[in-house]
């Protein structure tokens, strides 16, 4: 499902399939990714971001395939503007926007699954389903509990249908 997702926002515009790429690879909440700005990312193997949401400090590993992704992507911008800028102005782009561009997600069905938290949640339960790590997570997620943390990616629901499936009496 996700190759496909790329799939079709890769032939919708680049634009809309590096913001997803990027969130899916680094977890961060959509208002955090469109604050970013071309110097922040490019050239480095960290970045550090404030959270709006949460308002703390955290400091973000960037891998050798998503730099790669970061140099095609921000090649002939200027390092001082935002990695998601806007045609008409020197902003970024905004959250309303992103939601109406994912109504391309509707020609695949997906619509009702998909929203601005889509690419978190994907990398939350794929770093989940690769590390079984839930402590980890919730430190990258910054959420209170590892119950919260497993809620939101979908992981307690999963353990229920598991335990479903092999209940009978």
């Not at 395939?65 to 782009?93: C, M, P, W």
Request: net charge positive; glycine share 8%.
């Amino acid at each position: 499902m996700i190759a496909a997702m790329k799939d079709v926002l890769l032939n919708q515009h680049y634009l809309n399939y590096f913001l997803f790429f990027l969130g899916i690879n680094i977890g961060l909440r959509i208002s955090d990714l469109l604050a970013l700005r071309v110097g922040d990312v490019r050239g480095k193997s960290h970045f550090v971001i404030t959270e709006q949401k949460t308002g703390k400090l955290e400091r973000f590993k960037i891998n050798s395939e998503l730099q790669l992704h970061i140099s095609k992507y921000t090649i002939d911008k200027n390092t001082a503007v935002y990695l998601f800028q806007t045609r008409r102005s020197q902003g970024h782009i905004h959250m309303v926007s992103v939601m109406e561009d994912s109504q391309c997600c509707s020609s695949g069905g997906w619509m009702s699954e998909i929203g601005t938290h889509a690419p978190r949640k994907t990398f939350g339960y794929h770093f989940y389903q690769q590390y079984k790590d839930v402590a980890v997570l919730q430190q990258i997620f910054n959420h209170s509990s590892p119950a919260e943390t497993r809620r939101y990616i979908g992981i307690n629901q999963d353990i229920m249908d598991e335990a479903f499936d092999g209940f009978s009496l």
